[in-house]
């Protein structure tokens, strides 16, 4: 399976300002997701991360808020944008294993607390 | 509305005991139902099913699915305190996975 690493790994962050994640997989691989996952509940996916084009959201988030970036096919990056302390949570991106194609798996997180 | 319900949505148990976790959805274009386990932070991969009544299994770990009547189970025999996570299910619609709220199970000594 593809191996995932995500920067930072947590950061602590002040209200109205914005947090790029990064997420950088050892393969090429054509389908990137982001998730969040706030304080005890599940994984909620953000948005699907297109290589060549726009992120594509799920209902609720919007670009202005958390835009993505997907320049190759190893790298995205997601920003949190004019934080609150309600976007406190782990930040997780995962990909597709391209074999399997309906394995995801996920990187490492990023632990994310607005004060 | 894509749904993935989990029960119990906790369980205590002690050591050596066996477990049953269950994961019943509702979801439109079904691809796949995928088990994983979070212990910290990132939720790491157990299972993916995709066909009805195959096992899968991984040495204490085992996982079944009803494509009929809509839902899987993922059995932990002779339990073990590194078993301690919470488990999550979800399920593959259109290129999309939809998690459960968890189960939360705890293994005492």
């Known amino acids: 399976s593809a191996v995932i690493s995500q920067k930072p790994s947590r950061d602590i962050c002040q209200r109205g300002t914005s947090l790029t994640i990064q997420c950088q997989v050892d393969?090429?691989?054509?389908?990137m997701f982001w998730y969040r996952q706030q304080p005890g509940q599940s994984l909620t996916l953000i948005a699907t991360?297109?290589?060549?084009?726009?992120?594509?959201?799920e209902s609720g988030f919007v670009i202005d808020k958390f835009p993505i970036s997907r320049p190759n096919l190893t790298f995205s990056t997601l920003t949190v944008s004019n934080m609150s302390p309600e976007d406190s949570s782990i930040y997780l991106c995962s990909v597709e294993d391209g074999a399997n194609s309906y394995e995801q798996y996920f990187g490492p997180g990023t632990r994310l607390t607005v004060t | 509305e894509d749904k993935v319900v989990q029960s119990p949505l906790s369980l205590v148990v002690h050591e050596g005991d066996t477990v049953t976790l269950n994961c019943s959805y509702e979801?439109?274009?079904?691809?796949?139902l995928l088990w994983y386990k979070q212990e910290k932070k990132a939720p790491t991969f157990l299972f993916m099913l995709?066909?009805?009544?195959i096992e899968k299994k991984s040495g204490r770990l085992s996982s079944i699915l009803d494509k009929k009547e809509l839902f899987s189970i993922l059995n932990i025999t002779a339990t073990q305190t590194g078993d301690s996570a919470v488990y999550l299910c979800?399920?593959?619609?259109?290129?999309?996975?939809?998690f459960g709220q968890g189960t939360r199970l705890t293994i005492n000594p």
């Open positions: 991360a297109n290589q060549g084009s726009e992120a594509t959201y």
């Open positions: 979801v439109t274009n079904f691809r796949s």
């Open positions: 979800a399920v593959g619609g259109a290129q999309k996975l939809v």
């Open positions: 995709t066909s009805s009544g």
């Open positions: 393969s090429q691989v054509t389908m």
